[in-house]
């Protein structure tokens, strides 16, 4: 290994290969999740402890079936491999591969191993392997690779101890290459590495494939490898079909007499019998809608006591700093704005956490790969393709990585309708929004003593967003014109009990990040909004005692109501409740007054702002400080209709409204990089609000 302090360990596979479970357990805790250089794709690293004294970074490369890109997330792959010069590039790379479907697995094996990398072959799913006859003679498949080759049962651990040996033990080598591109364009790939002073044949090779999709070359650069291409006959497709080939007969000769199949012995496969019941055309569809009714049941049900304390803990929290604390606007700010905001979001990392274990088991089962395969006839009849239900499935979860996900996605019209519908599915951002709504109009009641409401009411609004964007989406398909055609082709991985670490490191994280990245805008909007609803011109907010007695002065109130009235009058002539009022004839045709107004637009910057706003508009000078923000919003009434603010129309026509809007600056951001200008997510946001305000308008006056 390379004599840096911290020597890079690079993990590459194909997708469900079992890469991430190996991350896992090679960096715990101690991992961290950026952007690769330049471009908006996950990166995982971490760190890893070899032994007592050798400390290694482990990068987690996105999921791929060849160096030769098909999408943004796999060219990332080559461009680090591939480069050298790259601060990315490893020491060691490890090939992680599911051995049940070894032949194929080792394609891209081949292909690394040429780029002349110290490689570790890595031989996971071991125990399906001894389930499936199989048998592979690792110790014969590393003499013939001449490469060290570990197996692995990477889900339980297993195989993790004798790998971080061999990584510390490996040492660089000339191996000998797999496919023999110098025999195929010597004059060329000679050209190149004299021009790029090059080594290795196979990255000459590769550069002469790939140097239009590679952007660390400058125009110059590429310029000349086309006239290199050009004067030799480089046939890029032709050499590409020919390398194909002689890699699958070199692996043929690889495995030959070490692996080997006993068929007498295969055993009918659960996966076989699994597949024939959950994508069976008519019961595949149930048993997926089943699965969804029983998700939302849970996060109501198992959601409801944690959540029920954490508001209840901040209010006491607030209430007794406010009575610890002396007077002033610092304890006001901290009371009455910083608490109360953060507290309307983790109140929701129950359900969060719930949410996202859900999520995490059925990947780890391999079921979401079903959810994929079952839908691909539903979505192409709606403009879209199989490829489209992963952005959409992860839209569940959040738009941004939603969105990135479109790059899998080959066709330009699919993948366009594709990312201009995702943000239709409802997010865990409006899960805070869904359920303090949904809480605060539909009874907490069972039907047929198992079907709770509110769980029921919860899967409607997911529904509506799914319903909402592939009617969109079909709508686009007549829009957009193109000839192009797509197909769509899938592995679906074999069936397997969930990591429960994986499915817990999965919540944990993706709890963490929605609260950190929403607390920051919550805490900065939950100050600035206390200062505006706190402060307002002229005098009347250091007068409002005056002018509340001397509005009332001929009615019998008592002490508390007198209060309260001052308060309300302080709020509604704040710049906030100015600026409230100033935009409440827009709002009022769906039932909303002036503070639900701010609510609508400081939640802009992110839906789940919403929650924080409503927790903080309702805490200023509140009388009543040990009531939560459920209980402050119950209670307001409309000083119109001397009814209850939040009644069935107005609650659910807010619930509309947030299930179609477009509130989330980030989402903008991530769609005007993917579209490379600012006409489709300025589309997005006028179709979207558009269609929020009219929905909203036909439920409130239709209910009303």
């Known amino acids: 290994m390379s004599k840096r302090d911290i020597p890079k360990v690079a993990l590459v596979g194909n997708p469900n290969s079992g890469k991430s479970s190996l991350f896992n357990h090679l960096t715990g805790l101690n991992q961290r999740i950026g952007n690769f250089p330049g471009v908006t794709v996950d990166k995982k690293t971490g760190y890893c402890s070899l032994n007592g004294e050798t400390k290694a970074e482990i990068i987690d490369l996105p999921g791929t079936y060849s160096i030769y890109p098909n999408s943004t997330d796999e060219k990332i792959v080559y461009d680090i491999l591939g480069d050298k010069t790259n601060p990315l590039h490893p020491d060691v790379v490890v090939v992680i591969v599911d051995a049940s479907n070894f032949k194929r697995n080792l394609l891209l094996f081949t292909q690394i191993h040429d780029l002349n990398i110290p490689t570790v072959l890595a031989l996971n799913m071991m125990d399906i392997v001894e389930k499936t006859g199989l048998a592979i003679d690792e110790k014969k498949l590393s003499q013939e690779l001449g490469v060290p080759v570990i197996p692995m049962k990477a889900r339980k651990g297993k195989g993790i101890d004798l790998l971080k040996k061999t990584l510390v033990e490996i040492c660089p080598a000339n191996y000998e290459p797999i496919f023999k591109a110098h025999d195929h364009a010597p004059e060329a790939i000679d050209k190149v590495k004299e021009a790029f002073s090059i080594k290795d044949d196979y990255v000459a090779y590769q550069m002469l494939q790939q140097y239009r999709i590679n952007q660390a070359l400058t125009e110059n650069e590429r310029n ?83 959540m029920d304390f954490i508001d209840l803990t901040f209010s006491e929290l607030s209430s007794f700093l406010k009575s610890t604390l002396p007077e002033g606007a610092l304890s006001d700010l901290l009371t009455e704005g910083i608490i109360p905001g953060i507290g309307g979001i983790v109140i929701f990392i129950p359900q969060i956490a719930i949410l996202f274990a859900f999520i995490a088991i059925l990947e780890e089962t391999g079921y979401m790969s079903r959810v994929v395969f079952l839908m691909d006839k539903i979505m192409r009849k709606f403009g879209l393709n199989g490829k489209s239900v992963v952005p959409l499935i992860s839209g569940v979860a959040c738009a941004i990585p939603a969105i990135m996900a479109t790059r899998t996605i080959e066709n330009w019209k699919e993948r366009l309708i594709t990312i201009f519908v995702t943000p239709l599915m409802s997010c865990s951002a409006r899960l805070p929004v869904y359920t303090i709504l949904i809480a605060l109009i539909i009874p907490d009641k069972t039907i047929f003593g198992i079907f709770n409401l509110q769980g029921l009411a919860l899967m409607g609004m997911y529904l509506l967003g799914f319903a909402a964007a592939i009617i969109s989406a079909l709508i686009m398909r007549f829009i957009l014109k193109t000839k192009e055609r797509s197909f769509f082709v899938m592995e679906l991985p074999t069936y397997k009990a969930p990591r429960w670490k994986n499915v817990g490191m999965t919540m944990y994280e993706k709890s963490k990040t929605f609260v950190l990245e929403a607390g920051k805008i919550i805490l900065a909007i939950s100050i600035v909004l206390w200062v505006l609803a706190s402060y307002g011109p002229g ?19 008592t002490q508390e109501e007198i209060e309260n009235k001052i308060e309300s009058y302080k709020l509604e002539h704040s710049y906030a409740g100015i600026f409230g009022k100033a935009i409440e004839p827009v709002i009022r045709p769906l039932g909303y007054d002036w503070k639900i107004g701010i609510a609508l637009i400081t939640s802009f910057a992110a839906r789940e702002v919403f929650v924080g706003t409503m927790a903080t508009i309702y805490s200023i000078g509140n009388v009543d400080d040990e009531s939560t923000i459920k209980n402050r919003m119950k209670n307001e009434i409309n000083p119109e209709t001397g009814k209850v603010r939040y009644d069935f129309a107005t609650g659910l026509s807010l619930l509309v409204f947030y299930a179609f809007a477009m509130q989330c600056m980030s989402t903008m951001a991530v769609v005007y990089r993917e579209t490379k200008g600012w006409k489709w997510p300025l589309a997005q946001l006028v179709y979207m609000t558009g269609l929020a305000y009219v929905s909203a308008l036909i439920i409130y006056q239709s209910l009303s």
């Open 224 to 306: 000349l490898l086309a006239d290199i291409s050009e004067k030799y006959s480089f046939n890029r497709d032709e050499l590409r079909r020919k390398e194909t080939l002689e890699r699958y007969a070199a692996i043929n000769y690889f495995i030959d007499g070490a692996v080997k199949e006993n068929f007498t012995q295969l055993p009918k496969r659960w996966t076989q019998k699994l597949d024939s019941i959950f994508t069976h055309k008519i019961w595949g569809y149930f048993i997926f809608f089943l699965i969804l009714f029983l998700i939302f049941q849970s996060i109501f049900a198992w959601a409801t006591i944690p």
């Open 539 to 557: 005098d009347q907010i250091e007068n409002a005692e005056a002018y509340v007695q001397a509005e009332y002065s001929t009615v019998q109130l």
